[in-house]
């Protein structure tokens, strides 16, 4: 069964850092997808950041390039996701998800969800 972990989450100000971990376990972590969404009340969960645990290939959405990094540490099997710079939008629950297929994650339909971790960024 696979199993995600999202933790690393809390309340920061406007320009802080915080650090996101998606431990994940239940399946073979060095030949899969990987994605962060994040979800606002009335809004559909959307992909802002994916990597390949295969290649460590990355994707970024605009709104966050040059201030978030994902990483992945396949000997831990977790992914990171290192967010600098927050302001008050990024504010959102934060859900990662895992795919064989990256085509699945990029369509946001992929079958292993966690729980989600709030990230509230005050101004």
């Known amino acids: 069964e696979v199993h995600l972990v999202e933790s690393g989450g809390g309340l920061v100000q406007a320009g802080g850092s915080l650090r996101l971990s998606c431990a994940v376990s239940?399946?073979?972590?060095?030949?899969?997808?990987v994605g962060w969404f994040r979800q606002v009340p009335g809004k559909e969960r959307q992909l802002f950041s994916s990597?390949?645990?295969?290649?460590?290939?990355?994707y970024y959405a605009d709104s966050v390039k040059g201030r978030f990094t994902i990483s992945s540490d396949n000997a831990k099997s977790t992914i990171y996701l290192q967010m600098n710079n927050l302001k008050p939008e990024d504010t959102a629950v934060y859900y990662c998800?895992?795919?064989?297929?990256?085509?699945?994650?990029?369509?946001?339909?992929?079958?292993?969800w966690g729980q989600g971790t709030q990230v509230t960024v005050s101004s």
């Open positions: 239940g399946f073979t972590f060095d030949d899969y997808s």
């Open positions: 990597i390949s645990t295969f290649d460590g290939s990355t």
């Open positions: 998800a895992a795919d064989a297929s990256s085509g699945r994650i990029l369509l946001g339909v992929a079958n292993d």
